[in-house]
């Protein structure tokens, strides 16, 4: 068994991307691609769409930056790079902070190409982004909101030309708190086109998929409906609501060396647990929709760089985000949606 999977083993070259995606992958220690990669990268350099259905942490980013910087390079593999169309890619994600992470990815992938990136979120200077929108960049990554926002208001911004379309959280992007905005940017932009989208979970929300106007799209699964890895160890605790504040903190205290997050339902809830946990030397930092965006990039940065061992957050870090080493996750309170936190922000 070892032997034929040995044999099956792809590299990112055998998947048939060009050799300066090659090279990028290995300089950012890429060795082999993932299951989610090996996929769905064949079928997108075919030109198909995607419908990818992968656990957070196993490559969805790069299934889908890949082929699109794959095309951009042979679009004008002839007449040069600096030729290539601009305003060729679009990634809508439902979070500030995950498009943030996957522009990222997508300039860490393209810095050997010249490639320019633009991030259209809320919570920061539209001005600032109205300059960046000015360089014509050759991909775009945003909310929904924000990226309607420049469409209704910045001068000579269009999607017109747009080659290919990426929603990320799919399944999230799909519900009522994104409805008119995402109509919004379907109206606007070109249907010929390719549309790639990507999610944890996949619901009932497929069958709203037509909307986005895929052509026959290859489905793809590297992961079972609503799975969890199988390394995840779940508990619960049946105790009184007074009690809940004694127990997290008896928890934590237990699990000190631990980097651990802590869901509430609500903003308030993220502030007054935060201080509770920092007046028993506990360290933990707050994140919620509330924060400026500035603050919420911090808090995650401190949480990363191990300042604080302990991320008190709503759900606006429950999906998507790639934080290297988390040991506990805790539901402080039982989420609205059973399936929010189903695949929490651990890669």
């Known amino acids: 068994m070892a032997e034929e999977e040995k044999e099956e083993m ?27 990669q090996v996929e769905a990268i064949p079928h997108a350099l075919e030109g198909k769409d995607l419908i990818g259905l992968a656990q957070t942490g196993s490559g969805k980013t790069g299934a889908f930056a890949l082929p699109i910087l794959h095309a951009l390079l042979e679009s004008h593999s002839k007449q040069g790079y600096k030729s290539a169309p601009v305003f060729f890619a679009l990634v809508l994600s439902p979070t500030r902070e995950l498009a943030i992470q996957i522009a ?10 010249s490639l320019k990136c633009a991030v259209l979120v809320g919570g920061v200077d539209i001005m600032q982004q109205q300059i960046a929108l000015g360089k014509r960049p050759h991909i775009i990554v945003g909310t929904p909101g924000r990226l309607v926002d420049h469409l209704t208001n910045t001068k000579g911004f269009s999607l017109r030309m747009l080659k290919y379309l990426v929603l990320d959280e799919a399944d999230r992007l799909l519900n009522e708190d994104f409805e ?29 998929l037509q909307r986005a106007c895929l052509r026959n799209p290859v489905k793809i699964e590297a992961a079972s409906k609503y799975s969890t890895v199988d390394t995840l160890k779940q508990q619960y605790r049946f105790i009184p609501a007074k009690y ?41 930092i707050p994140i919620s929709g509330q924060m400026t965006q500035a603050k919420r990039l911090g808090a995650l940065n401190k949480f990363k760089s191990g300042e604080c061992n302990v991320l008190v957050c709503t759900d606006v870090a429950s999906r998507g985000l790639d934080i290297p080493s988390v040991d506990m996750v805790i539901n402080y309170d039982i989420p609205t949606n059973s399936k929010v936190r189903l695949h929490p922000s651990c890669g």
């Open 10 to 36: 792809k590299s990112f070259k055998d998947l048939g991307l060009c050799e300066e995606l090659v090279e990028a992958c290995d300089s950012l220690g890429w060795k082999n691609p993932t299951k989610i």
């Open 180 to 208: 008119k905005a995402l109509d919004d940017i379907l109206n606007v932009i070109p249907r010929d086109r390719h549309t790639y989208l990507f999610s944890a979970t996949m619901t009932k929300k497929v069958k709203k």
């Open 244 to 284: 809940k504040d004694c127990y997290l903190v008896n928890i934590l205290t237990e699990m000190s060396g631990c980097t651990s997050m802590v869901f509430t339902r609500t903003c308030d809830a993220t502030r007054l647990l935060a201080f509770i946990l920092r007046n028993l030397n506990i360290r933990a």
């Open 104 to 113: 990222e990815q997508f300039e860490a992938l393209g810095s050997g190409i």
